[in-house]
Nanobody, 119 residues
Framework: QVQLVESGGGLVQAGGSLKLSCAASGGGISSLRMGWFRQAPGKEREFVATISWDGGSTTYVDSVKGRFTISRDNPKKTAYLQMNSLKPEDTAVYYC????????????WGQGTQVTVSS
């Protein structure tokens, strides 16, 4: 059973940057696809970014393309989300998730970390 713990959230001014980390325990992540999702107050959770098991493929929601970068360090069992040029609309709880390559749905989820962007 893989446990995921996010960190790195906080309060930042518009235009600033944050780097989120997702640390895994209870198992490695080298065979897992990793993803980041977010949920703003009153809204449904939305997909933000995903990265393949080897880091060779990444996908982003259109609203963050060019501003966010997902990456991973398999030996450290950690995934990252570098967020630049932050906007107030990026304010949300950010969740890390993981799934085996053979699965369609994300199986493992973190508890979330709050990101607040002030204008």
């Amino acid at each position: 059973q893989v446990q995921l713990v996010e960190s790195g959230g906080g309060l930042v001014q518009a235009g600033g940057s944050l780097k989120l980390s997702c640390a895994a325990s209870g198992g490695g992540i080298s065979s897992l696809r990793m993803g980041w999702f977010r949920q703003a107050p009153g809204k449904e959770r939305e997909f933000v970014a995903t990265i393949s098991w080897d880091g060779g493929s990444t996908t982003y929601v259109d609203s963050v393309k060019g501003r966010f970068t997902i990456s991973r360090d398999n030996p450290k069992k950690t995934a990252y989300l570098q967020m630049n040029s932050l906007k107030p609309e990026d304010t949300a709880v950010y969740y890390c998730a993981a799934r085996p390559r053979s699965d369609v749905s994300y199986k493992y989820w973190g508890q979330g970390t709050q990101v607040t962007v002030s204008s």
